[in-house]
């Protein structure tokens, strides 16, 4: 995928991921982006270390990866900002 599409995606995934742990989070619109686009290639890296596939295209598989990527990272990030 090229850049644009990890844009939208991670775009897409960060808002997903911010609706399943809502929040007042610092950042806002930015941090979303910033937080879907690291946790489609976080949530990629460790579903293909465990042999689960990869964030490869838009299709659901790779949406669920880089949602629960992008839930992950938001965790880590509130528990950071505390």
Sequence with gaps: MGILSWIVFGLIAGLIAKLI??????????????????????????ATSLGYGAVDGFNFGSLAVAVIGSIVLLFGYRMIRR
Excluded: K, R, S
């Excluded at 910033?34 to 949530?43: E, K, M, R």
């Design 21 to 46: 742990m809502p929040g007042n989070d610092p950042g806002g619109f930015f941090i979303t982006i910033l937080l879907g686009i690291a946790g489609a290639i976080v949530g990629g890296f460790i």
